[in-house]
Structures are given as C-alpha cells and as structure tokens.
C-alpha cells in the first residue's frame, strides 16, 4: 500500500481558512486532519470538514454531466457526455450572445473561497464574453462599507493576538459554530483572566460560555455602540492624545454622542441602562489603564437595515479609547484587504470590451422576473451557477424559485451535488471538490497565504470550474492566450509580490509548505496609519455624505419591528433571526447524513412567553409565514431566544424539509445601508401551531 500526506486547505466560507493535511492510501482519501503545525489551525478541525471524505465520497456525487428531462425544479436528468453538455451550453450562449451578451448572467459565491477555483477562469470567461457583471453582496458588504468609511480597509486585530485582551466583546457573532479558531483564542485569554461578553439577541452556544450576554434587540447594534460613545466621552474615559493624533471629527462626534443617553440607549436596544453602562465602563476604564481590549464584530449585526452603520460605529470605539496601540486591542471585521491579491491578473477585466450593467445577486429573485427595460437592460435569458446554492440561500426565495422556473431561461449549474438549485438547471455539471483541484487562499479571519494541492484524482468525470471555463472559451473561439493558462498558472498570480507584505510569495514553494504568513505588523495602527483619504480614523467621513449617508455615526433602525413598522408587528408581530447552523456551512453539509442527523430537523426557538401566547408547546410542528410567505420547523420552546423573537437555525436544503422550503421563505430582497446586501435578519414574522 502506498500511502501519502497531502497539504491542503480548507475551501469554505469561514473565516479560519484551515490547513489541511489529507492522508492519501492507494489514491483513496482516508483521512483530513488539521495540520498541528499551523498556528490557528493548531491541528484541530470542525466537526463538519474532519467528516470530509464523507462528502467527497457521498453517494450522492454528481459524477457525470445532465441534461434536464423533467420540469424545471423536479430534479429529473439524464446522463450526456461532456462534448454534448458544453456544444449545448455554448450554443445557447452564442446565440443570447449574438443578441446582446448582458442576458447573460454569472451566479457564485463562496463555495469555495479559493481565488483559482473561484472567480478566475470564470471571471475572464465572462468578461471576454461580455456578459453582466455580479454584484457579490450576499455576506459581508454592508459592513465592509462601513468599516471601510471609518478605518479605510478590511484591516483590524490578528486572530493570534486575541489571547492578550484582558476584554473581548463578542459583537454579533457565534464563534463556537462559525469562528472556532478564534474561540480557541478567546477560551485561553478567559483562562489567562479576560472577560468575555457577547452582544447577541441569541443565548447562542457562544453567549452561554461568556461571562456576560447583553440580548439586545436585533438590528439597534448602532444604538448601543453610541450609547457606549456617550458614556466613555461623558466619564473622561477616552484616550485624547490618540484622539487628536490619529481620528478625524471627534469634536462633531462629541456631539451626537450626546444625544444618546443611556436611557435612550437602553430603550432602543430593549436592554437596561445598568447594561449600557457597565459595557461602555468594562472597556473604557481597562483601556484607559493601558490594557488592551478587543472586538470581534462579525456579521450577525449587519443583516438588518443599519447593518453598514452599527459596523461603521463599533469601527469607531478603538481610535476613542486608543485600543488601537496594543497588539491585542483594536478590531477584527476581516482580515481581507490585508493580502495583496492580484485580481485584475487572475480576473482580467481588461477583456471586458465595454462597460455592462451589473446585477445584484442579493436580489435575483426580482432580477430573473424583471421584463426588459431601458433602466434595467435585457431581460435575463441565461444563467450560470458555479459555488453557490441560490434557491436555498438568497432572500425571499418564493421569487427566487419562482424565477427559475421560468421555461425561457437557460440555466447551467456547476455542483458536487443536486443542490435545490440544481434541480432548476438545464444542464448539470459535476464539479471537483478541493481534495481534486489545485488552489491558492487568501483568507478574512488570519494572516496566512494557503496553499490546496490535489489529494486524489476526480471522482467520475468531475472537472475543476477552471476547466469547464477553459473548455467552453475554446468553443466559444475565445483565443487570447490567458484562456489556456493552467491552474499553476493561475495561482502563480494570485498574490502581488511586488506589495512589501507578500514580497515572499512564491507559489512553487507555497505549494510544498502549505501555507505562509504575510508580512504585517503586530498591530496596525498603533501609529495612525489608517487607509482613509485622511489617514485617520474617520469619526466624521467626507466620503459617506458624498454617498448620501450622515457623515457622523448614526442609528437607522430596522426596516421591519415593532418600533419602526407597527402597523405591520400587529399582524407579524415576532422579529425573525437565520443564523449559521453549527453543523452545516451556509447549504453545504446539509445532506451529509452525519451532519444533519445532529441538526435533526429545521427547527424554531422561541420564548416560552411568545409560545405560551400562541398555545405551542416544545416539539409541536409550526408555521412561519408573513406577506413574503411561509415554512415549517419544529418548535422548540426555550429562553435562548429573547421574547419577541424567533430564531430558525440555518440554512437547510428546501428538499429536506417537510414542506420543501427554509427560512429564506420570509426574508426579504430589501437591501442595507450600504453595500447593497441584504436584510436577512430583518424580518417581521407570526407564528402558528400547524
Ligand atoms: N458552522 C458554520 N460556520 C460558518 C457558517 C455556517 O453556516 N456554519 N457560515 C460562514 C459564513 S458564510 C459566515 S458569513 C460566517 C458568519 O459568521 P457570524 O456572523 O459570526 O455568524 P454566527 O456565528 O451565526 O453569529 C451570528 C450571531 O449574530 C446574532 N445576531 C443576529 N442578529 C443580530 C443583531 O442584530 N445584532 C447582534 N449583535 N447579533 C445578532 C445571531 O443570533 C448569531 O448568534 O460564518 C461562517 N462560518
Ligand atoms: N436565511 C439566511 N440566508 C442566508 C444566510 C443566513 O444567515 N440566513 N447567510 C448568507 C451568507 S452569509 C452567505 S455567505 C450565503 C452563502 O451562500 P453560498 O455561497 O451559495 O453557500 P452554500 O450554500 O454553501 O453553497 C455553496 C455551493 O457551492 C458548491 N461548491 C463548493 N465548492 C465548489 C466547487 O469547487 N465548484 C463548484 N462548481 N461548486 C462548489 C457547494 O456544493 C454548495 O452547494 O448565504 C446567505 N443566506
Ligand atoms: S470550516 Fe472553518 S473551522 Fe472547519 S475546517 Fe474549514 S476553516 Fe476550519
Ligand atoms: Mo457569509
């Protein structure tokens, strides 16, 4: 028997971005296991991706390329053979082509977040073509928007300095299930005497082992960040000199922390002024005392109406208490801007002819029903879905589906599994997984370069997305020479080595070490520095009242509660939160049987009070339903939940529930603040005993 370790690295959409060594007997995978030598993977993996030979080797793998020979989302196909799948895609889109090439429109996301598997080949395929951009809003932009306005880029506190905090607020995130390398972090700095508190509507997994859990009401994150503003400037805890050197408008901020009163504060967000207070005095008066103290924001907060502006205020409070001097204080949103990724080599949007309209892939359910129109431009007539499951995960999915039916759309799908999207497709393609493609990975939550070798050869006739592209460029009579470039190639480029913090990239050596950490300082601005027009920390931002915003921070409540719509909480009167599952990623996982028999079934916890009111006891079957639509879970009768609200675990296959369809039933396409994402944990719902 030969036997070999592979390097690898985990593919999803997680901030940790695992290193991967893959035990390879026989050229059959047997084993993947977190590498004990990398730092914040520290040899330890999520339960999801150590069962990972069990997705790769699922009986479900789609090994062979279809075509659709029933309805469109029935499911039913028949096998063809890959010349006969890409001479009919590229028939199809020709001949939208011929008529104008902006009906043509890409779908992915994260499935992988690799840069060569993910919008490389793709990308340059698309470009050359000429078809509509995608506008990737799904997750993180709302916040990305705000922390950019306030700190300039996606730059903050590395995960490996968090164990030195002596405070950590855990803002609107469930690290146990999503960020578990960072919880490792934070467990060591409790053990070293931090404390630790979670700002959650949610008693999630995570808030039950902090010290301390403030269940504020969903989407009033901006509120309360003020309300801290207030009482650290009203209390002289705030740190002048860092102030005055390094921030912008602090005199302006001063003022509109003023208005928010602890009382008010605590009105708002539907918690106590003693909690408004103590939070702002824990952080204020360690940081004045030279101890750093940090925050992990993450993305449960951005998901309302406000969510750019709550990440936008929370950005704020580091520069205000001078945090930002200590390695261990300061901010993690992301880590992202801190790679230096090369994405016009890898992309090329020099290939793109002419300017074309852009769609926003957080709205698709209206996108696919929109009629043509000067405004909105070609009716869409073509489709192409690679490293995303839309019809389970985008909002409001009763358009969504409906949308995909349409007969006159031609739809392709590029999956490892019949996904709900997939049984929408035309023609379904079977594509590698990361244990069958070479990658290279930037990450949002440490400072690794990663590389992905191969461990085994494809499963069946499963190709990488790159080569579905390189093949259906050369059937399109796209010649240019980047079209035949290899994956090797490709991640070659990935990383501009020219930048100071990867002037050590070289991927022929990555490839053999697995992974390499970027140049970067211990803690980024402990001298000033930020990335906004004015290198400071912008309390006050000439760039947001140039896009329309208040310039200052601000609190804009949610587009649907009891406060601020109550004409529509009489009738749906329970907000409605989907987060992360721990045992799924986003829809991936969802049919690997181990994993979903840990889940059980979808599931609702809501407030003995709010169940009581409803007749619904523990296990009884409910129905979720407002203007959008409705699904089914069970009930789960619990005060994790806060009352008035309702929390439906996240995000499952439509096909695995008794009805068909998941939370994103009732979500809604409206879109943030800023950077166009959506409103997921916006919503207003009733519940009823079925
Ligand atoms: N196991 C697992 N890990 C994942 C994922 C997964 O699906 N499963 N998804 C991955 C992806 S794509 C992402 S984007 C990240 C997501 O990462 P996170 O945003 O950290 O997601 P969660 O861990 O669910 O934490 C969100 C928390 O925010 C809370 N929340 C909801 N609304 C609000 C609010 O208005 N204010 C505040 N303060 N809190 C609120 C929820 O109750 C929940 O506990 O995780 C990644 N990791
Ligand atoms: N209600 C509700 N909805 C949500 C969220 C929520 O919290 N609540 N979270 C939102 C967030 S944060 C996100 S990021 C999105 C996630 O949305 P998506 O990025 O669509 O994530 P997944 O659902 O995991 O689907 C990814 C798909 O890509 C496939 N895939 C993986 N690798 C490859 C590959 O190499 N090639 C190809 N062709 N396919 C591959 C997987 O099999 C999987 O089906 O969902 C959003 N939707
Ligand atoms: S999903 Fe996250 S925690 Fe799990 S192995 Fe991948 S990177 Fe690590
Ligand atoms: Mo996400």
Redesign the pocket.
């Known amino acids: 028997m030969t036997t070999s370790i592979v390097r690898a690295t985990c593919?999803?959409?997680c901030p940790d971005t695992c290193a991967l060594l893959v035990t390879v007997e026989d050229g059959v995978a047997t084993q993947v296991r977190g590498d004990p030598d990398h730092p914040t993977t520290a040899g330890v993996l999520c339960t999801k991706v150590s069962r990972y030979t069990e997705r790769t080797y699922h009986a479900d793998r789609l090994l062979h390329p279809m075509k659709r020979v029933g309805r469109k989302g029935e499911g039913r196909f028949e096998r063809i053979s890959w010349d006969e799948a890409l001479d009919t895609i590229a028939a199809r889109l020709k001949d939208v082509a011929a008529r104008d090439a902006e009906a043509i429109v890409p779908y992915?996301?994260?499935?992988?977040m690799?840069l060569v598997?993910g919008e490389s080949m793709a990308a340059r395929f698309f470009n050359k073509l000429g078809a509509s951009l995608l506008d990737r809003t799904?997750?993180?932009s709302a916040g990305a928007a705000g922390y950019k306005y306030t700190v300039g880029a996606r730059i903050g506190t590395d995960v490996e300095q968090f164990q030195n905090a002596k405070l950590i607020l855990i803002w609107g995130g469930n690290p146990i299930a999503s960020n578990l390398h960072f919880w490792m972090r934070a467990q060591e700095a409790k053990r070293r005497g931090a404390k630790l508190i979670a700002i959650d509507p949610y008693r999630s997994l995570t808030a039950e082992k902090c010290h301390q859990h403030i269940a504020l009401l969903p989407g009033t994150d901006a509120a309360l960040a003020l309300g801290m503003m207030h009482v650290l400037i009203r209390d002289n805890l705030v740190d002048e000199d860092y102030i005055a050197r390094h921030t912008l408008g602090y005199e302006a901020l001063k003022e509109r922390a003023a208005e928010w009163t602890p009382q008010r504060t605590a009105d708002t967000c539907g918690i106590s002024v003693a909690e408004v207070e103590q939070l702002a005095r824990d952080y204020g008066s360690l940081a004045s005392q030279g101890e750093p103290v940090a925050i992990r924001v993450n993305?449960g907060l951005q998901?309302v109406r406000g969510g750019g502006m709550a990440v936008r205020n929370i950005a704020c409070l580091p520069a205000l208490v001078g945090a930002w001097r200590y390695a261990a204080g300061g901010v993690q949103l992301s880590a992202s801007d801190t790679f230096p990724k090369n994405g016009a080599a890898l992309q090329r949007p020099d290939l793109l002819g002419k300017p074309v309209r852009t769609i926003n892939m957080s709205t698709i359910g209206d996108a696919l029903l929109q009629e043509a129109s000067p405004e909105f431009g070609p009716k869409i007539e073509a489709l192409i879905?690679?490293?995303?499951?839309?019809v389970?995960?985008?909002?409001e999915s009763p358009k969504v589906a409906q949308g995909f039916a349409r007969e006159d759309l031609f739809t392709v799908?590029?999956?490892?599994?019949q996904?709900d999207?997939?049984d929408y497709a035309d023609i379904l393609?079977p594509?590698?997984?990361?244990l069958e493609?070479t990658d290279i990975h930037a990450t949002y939550g440490h400072l690794y370069m990663m590389a992905n070798n191969p461990a085994i050869a494809p499963l069946g006739e499963a190709k990488?997305?790159t080569e579905?592209f390189r093949l259906l460029a050369q059937r399109m009579g796209f010649d240019d020479p980047c079209f035949r470039e290899s994956d090797d190639e490709l991640a070659a480029q990935a990383f501009n080595s020219k930048d100071a913090r990867a002037i050590h990239f070289d991927w022929d050596s990555l490839k053999r070490k697995g992974w390499q950490k970027l140049n970067a300082a211990d803690a980024p601005f402990a001298q000033g520095g930020f990335a906004t027009p004015s290198g400071k920390c912008e309390f006050y931002s000439e760039r947001m009242k140039a896009d329309g915003l208040d310039p200052l921070p601000t609190y804009i409540p949610p587009y649907e509660s009891r406060v601020s719509n109550p004409e529509l909480a009489k009738r749906y009167p329970l907000a409605m939160?989907?987060?992360?599952a721990r045992n799924?990623?986003?829809?991936?996982?969802v049919n690997v049987q181990s994993l979903r028999d840990t889940e059980g079934e979808p599931h609702l916890d809501m407030h003995p009070i709010d169940a009581a009111q409803r007749g619904i006891d523990d296990g009884n079957q409910v129905r979720i339903f407002n203007d959008r639509g409705s699904f089914v879970a069970k009930a789960r009768v619990t005060d994790k939940a806060r009352e008035g609200l309702v929390v439906?675990l996240?995000?499952w296959w439509r096909k695995f529930a008794a009805d068909g369809k998941?939370?994103?039933e009732v979500?809604s396409q409206r879109l943030t603040d800023m950077g166009n994402a959506?409103t997921?944990?916006d919503v207003l719902v009733q519940v009823q005993k079925v």
């Not at 799908?413 to 599994?417: A, C, R, S, T």
């Not at 799924?584 to 996982?589: D, V």
């Open positions: 593919p999803h959409d992915s996301y994260a499935g992988t690799g598997q799904i997750c993180a993305y998901r879905v690679y490293n995303s499951n839309p389970a995960v985008a909002p799908v590029l999956e490892h599994f996904t999207t997939a393609l594509a590698t997984t990361q493609h990488p997305n579905v939160i989907s987060p992360p799924f990623l986003n829809s991936t996982f439906g996240s995000i998941n939370a994103n979500t959506p997921f944990y």
